[in-house]
């Protein structure tokens, strides 16, 4: 589920099973209801297993968003487990770049948690808006991301469900990793992961559903390993669906699609990925390289943990678009002047120019040994 987005719906000719009424049903008791000490005001989402609500926090009258258990599912064990331990889990994670939990409870046997209200939709509504964004921008977003990831790996979380929808972007530019759903603790147990009938949505062909099971994940963002066996992953699966991710911003789509999930999984274990920088130009081939270890089929040829990709982000990012515009126009000059000199007819002059320069180097650079070879240096090259 994303903390933002439409409801989905069916078209008015569809037949209406008991789960859209039970679906419905509580959709609107949410918008003129209270769950706790929450009031709720409207439904802002709805994924496989619960639903998001914009609330009011009475004790402290402020705007959050709510998540819930749809109500089919509250009679299995196993997924109020997993719907309590994506909250205790999310919630051990303060950090900027991930949503926060406020709250856990339970009301009128309806299981619910709060967390902190992001207002300006995921990545994925930014990509259906604008195509895809430019490579710096793009560079940033998932830099941030990065970072957000990072921090969970480091306590011991891999979250198995990365993709444009689950980064949200607040009102300040700022990204959240969210939706902790299929969150990998390193507390839980192979049984944790068992299915128990939590794996409908991965019988569709969709590309951004979520499943669970031995295969959990979204097909078209899904490291090969995880589809496999998501159980037994490590850090280097969010690795993977970030590069995917980061393919997607540059390129306006993952890099695989297919009619079904098997077709997209196979792709992703046996095809390569064509490099962003090779579909789109602009895009420098620095991020291109990035893409492509990020999504390295084999663990060993991929990115060993985040704060290596971190680091390339920040390199290719601490280019300044001033700085390489500036230098640009050096470059520029340089070639201008070369090709000048080159014009100029053949002359004693022109031929003793190179000399008189090589001789004035040479003296300016004995003075600058009297005054420090670094300020020497700098006259020699610049003076």
């Not at 789960?19 to 994924?47: C, F």
């Not at 710096?136 to 993709?163: C, E, P, S, W, Y």
């Not at 689950?166 to 700022?174: H, Y």
Request: with cysteine.
């Amino acid at each position: 589920s994303t903390l933002t987005g439409p409801a989905a719906t069916r078209d008015a000719g569809s037949a209406m099973t008991a789960d859209d009424r039970s679906a419905g049903s509580e959709s609107n008791r949410a918008a003129n209801g209270r769950l706790g000490g929450y009031r709720l005001i409207k439904e802002l989402g709805r994924g496989g297993m619960g639903s998001v609500y914009l609330a009011t926090q009475l004790s402290l009258d402020r705007q959050v968003a709510i998540k819930t258990m749809q109500g089919r599912w509250t009679s299995s064990p196993r997924a109020v487990a997993r719907f309590v331990r994506e909250a205790y889990a999310a919630a051990q994670l303060v950090h900027h770049n991930i949503v926060q939990i406020y709250d856990l409870g339970e009301d009128k046997g309806t299981n619910f948690f709060s967390m902190e209200l992001v207002r300006g939709g995921s990545l994925d509504d930014l990509l259906k808006k604008e195509g895809r964004l430019e490579p710096r921008r793009a560079a940033t977003l998932v830099l941030q991301a990065a970072r957000g990831l990072a921090f969970a790996h480091d306590n011991g979380m891999v979250h198995r469900d990365i993709k444009p929808a689950n980064l949200m972007l607040n009102d300040e530019g700022l990204v959240k990793v969210a939706d902790l759903g299929l969150v990998k603790t390193s507390a839980m147990t192979e049984s944790d992961d068992a299915d128990e009938g939590l794996n409908p949505m991965l019988a569709s062909a969709h590309s951004n559903v979520t499943g669970a099971g031995s295969r959990m994940g979204t097909p078209a963002y899904m490291a090969p390993e995880q589809a496999d066996d998501a159980s037994s992953v490590d850090a280097r699966a969010d690795i993977y669906s970030l590069g995917c991710t980061f393919h997607a911003l540059l390129t306006g789509k993952p890099p695989f699609t297919g009619k079904s999930v098997d077709e997209m999984i196979s792709k992703h274990k046996t095809e390569p990925i064509v490099r962003p920088d090779r579909v789109v130009p602009g895009v420098a081939p620095e991020l291109g390289a990035i893409v492509e270890r990020m999504t390295a089929k084999r663990l060993e040829e991929r990115y060993a943990n985040l704060q290596e990709v971190i680091a390339a982000l920040e390199k290719y990012l601490g280019s300044t678009p001033e700085e390489a515009t500036r230098r640009q126009e050096r470059s520029r000059r340089l070639i201008e002047a070369t090709s000048r000199f080159a014009a100029v007819p053949t002359t004693p002059i022109r031929l003793g120019l190179p000399l008189a320069f090589a001789a004035v180097a040479v003296v300016l650079t004995l003075i600058g040994s009297l005054i420090g070879w670094r300020i020497g240096f700098g006259v020699a090259l610049y003076g």
